[in-house]
């Protein structure tokens, strides 16, 4: 049996990754800082405890475990991704999970091999903050064609904006909220805003496909094989919970009533962000159906203790830009 080594694991993406391997016959062992709730301690999932970071935790995991394959979901800087790259230099795979925000050049769709990356500073390689997020995925990515250079089987999973069961980003959530508790949703622009998105389950799919049929030095983007709107969105959760709701649209005027941009609305975005995802089908995978996507995320989401109220806009500016609009009308 094929052994595995997530390191992260237990909260998103990492959770449904190790299910997925788990479900196709793998042994798997998760490595983090047990800092959250393991869904699979009573499990046959080894944890081993550590910090990624610490290059010697992440040496001892490697001889802990042994794997033949590893899934790194949680390397945020490109130190990480080439360390990792060294201490897993003779596994069959290694899979990192990258974005689609690693693109910085704008295309419709953004592809593989084609669409240019972002340029990452030295400064941007260290840092944490948000700005610097698309930067440091694509100096991790330049760090995996390095190492499959040298030999190394290294591979790189693009995802867009993941979505799903035990997302904790709020993102979706926001969108459930306002269906689920108002009668009109307040959504900005024209509503055909699109910003690609990916079924987690797809995104865990993707990780193992490519693990078992990737190319070393290759990335494969992953996202919804149908991308929809910003309306279909909030349509489709009110289709879910059998709710009948007013979708309001606003402008930059109106939105500044309630002092309100339009990029302070979750998955909100001025330009398409959609990728080609035609070089991962190439490999087998295929994508959930959006509706039975969108189905599993409302549900988890209703049985969740999560607020999705707390994302976004306040609802009491998003008040006042809906009574602009009322005397407009």
Request: hydrophobic share 35%.
């Amino acid at each position: 049996m094929t052994q595995a080594l997530v390191i992260g694991g237990t909260r998103f993406i990492g959770r449904h990754t190790v299910t997925e391997l788990r479900d196709h016959g793998y042994d798997v062992a998760i490595f983090n800082r047990g800092e959250h709730d393991d869904p699979f301690a009573d499990t046959a999932v080894e944890h081993v405890q550590g910090d990624r970071t610490d290059d010697a935790d992440l040496a001892d995991a490697a001889h802990a475990v042994s794997p033949d394959v590893v899934i790194d979901c949680v390397a945020y800087r490109p130190r990480e991704v080439r360390t990792a790259t060294r201490v897993f230099d003779d596994v069959d795979a290694y899979v990192v999970v990258s974005s689609g925000a690693a693109y910085g050049e704008e295309a419709i769709p953004k592809r593989e091999g084609e669409t240019g990356l972002c340029a990452c500073s030295d400064e941007q390689a260290t840092d944490d903050s948000k700005a610097s997020y698309g930067p440091r995925k694509a100096e991790g990515d330049r760090a995996v064609f390095t190492a499959a250079e040298k030999g190394v089987r290294a591979m790189s999973v693009r995802p867009c904006n993941v979505y799903g069961p035990y997302d904790y980003t709020g993102r979706v959530d926001y969108w459930i909220d306002r269906v689920a508790n108002h009668d009109r949703v307040l959504v900005p622009g024209d509503g055909t805003n699109v910003w690609h998105r990916a079924y987690v389950e797809d995104v865990a799919a993707a990780l193992r496909i490519v693990a078992e049929e990737g190319t070393p030095g290759e990335a494969y983007n992953v996202g919804d094989r149908r991308a929809t709107t910003l309306d279909e969105l909030v349509d489709g959760i009110a289709r879910v919970l059998d709710e009948s709701v007013e979708i309001v649209h606003a402008g930059p005027r109106e939105l500044a009533a309630g002092d309100i941009d339009a990029g302070d609305f979750p998955l909100y975005r001025d330009y398409p962000h959609l990728l080609s995802t035609a070089k991962l089908s190439g490999l087998g995978w295929d994508s959930t159906p959006v509706a039975d996507a969108l189905a599993t995320t409302v549900e988890q989401y209703v049985e969740s203790d999560r607020d999705g109220s707390e994302y976004g806009p306040d609802r009491e500016d998003e008040a006042r830009v809906l009574g602009v609009l009322d005397t407009l009308a």
